[in-house]
T-cell receptor, first 115, second 112 residues
Framework: GAGVSQSPSNKVTEKGKDVELRCDPI?????LYWYRQSLGQGLEFLIY????????KSGLPSDRFSAERTGGSVSTLTIQRTQQEDSAVYLC?????????????FGEGSWLTVV | DQQVKQNSPSLSVQEGRISILNCDYT??????FLWYKKYPAEGPTFLIS?????DKNEDGRFTVFLNKSAKHLSLHIVPSQPGDSAVYFC???????????FGKGTRLHILP
């Protein structure tokens, strides 16, 4: 597709279970971001991949969160042993990197509810 | 530590008037700033940006002003239209190759 694609769009999971959220960035985009937005909160930075550089993981809230980006394209965000406070919209974004002026394009998000 | 601050959670403006959304930042290393708009159940969309070498950037009804000494930027929308009702996020990065940090957003209501 033309835009950033995320799946699943909605996920309800039981506390303690692991979840995987997937992001397909715009073709050719070298930079990929994960953010989350909890109810009533802003966009919280989680992790940033840029080309072949080591990812910036400084926003991951705990070691239960991890993300990988395979082949410089698709990314998966994994949350292990989910907690209720993990309930949020998880937003993926991509950009062409510095050449684009760092304008990033967001997907529609994956809504995660932990019950 | 909130590096990008939007201190007004919401703002109501009459249709046709000017909307002014404010943003403050604490990191003096930030040199690139962006505004994003978000409708419910959609991802944020890019609105306008400004580099620290400028103090103003205009695009149609939208103008962003940057005051580096005060570490403050603002988004002006004039005239405001009903479709402008949304949440507006201010964002900043240290350079064009660094992660983008967002504020908490301001919900703008355009009143008929």
């Amino acid at each position: 597709g033309a835009g950033v694609s995320q799946s699943p769009s909605n996920k309800v999971t039981e506390k303690g279970k692991d979840v995987e959220l997937r992001c397909d960035p715009i073709s050719g985009h070298t930079a990929l971001y994960w953010y989350r937005q909890s109810l009533g909160q802003g966009l919280e930075f989680l992790i940033y991949f840029q080309g072949n550089s080591a990812p910036d993981k400084s926003g991951l809230p705990s070691d239960r969160f991890s993300a990988e980006r395979t082949g410089g394209s698709v990314s998966t965000l994994t949350i292990q042993r989910t907690q209720q406070e993990d309930s949020a919209v998880y937003l993926c974004a991509s950009s062409t990197g510095p050449s684009s002026g760092n304008t990033i394009y967001f997907g529609e998000g994956s809504w995660l509810t932990v019950v | 530590d909130q590096q990008v601050k939007q201190n007004s959670p919401s703002l109501s403006v009459q249709e046709g008037r000017i909307s002014i959304l404010n943003c403050d930042y604490t990191n003096s290393m930030f040199d690139y700033f962006l505004w994003y708009k978000k409708y419910p159940a959609e991802g944020p969309t890019f609105l306008i940006s400004i580099s620290s070498i400028k103090d103003k950037n205009e695009d149609g009804r939208f103008t962003v002003f940057l005051n580096k000494s005060a570490k403050h930027l603002s988004l002006h929308i004039v005239p405001s239209q009903p479709g402008d009702s949304a949440v507006y996020f201010c964002a900043a990065s240290r350079n064009r190759d660094d992660k983008i940090i967002f504020g908490k957003g301001t919900r703008l209501h355009i009143l008929p």
